[in-house]
């Protein structure tokens, strides 16, 4: 199965913990990119993210998620099912 979600993280975030926990349960393949040292990749995660700075950014199929409150939120819509697809 394609990884077509991206994960944005930093290795002392909590909420990119909860993340992926939540892309593991759902048996959701991702790409973790860590940002920790990366400062190209972290100045591609704020390009790609409209400005924000903050870890976890997630995307779907290069279309951006938002972070972890917007991920959970798919998850109690139903809606995190696509990601599968």
């Not at 390009?47 to 997630?58: D, F, H, L, W, Y």
């Not at 409150?69 to 995190?80: I, P, R, T, V």
Request: charged share 35%; aromatic share 10%.
């Amino acid at each position: 199965m394609d990884k077509n979600v991206m994960i944005y993280t930093s290795s002392l975030c909590g909420f990119c913990y909860r993340a992926k926990s939540l892309l593991k349960r759902k048996n959701i393949p991702f790409e973790e990119i860590d940002i920790d040292l990366d400062f190209e990749k972290r100045r591609e995660m704020v390009e790609k993210a409209n400005g924000r700075t903050s870890v976890p950014q997630i995307f779907y199929k290069h279309h951006h998620i938002g972070g972890c409150d917007d991920l959970f939120k798919l998850e109690q819509e139903g809606d995190l099912e696509i990601f599968n697809s």
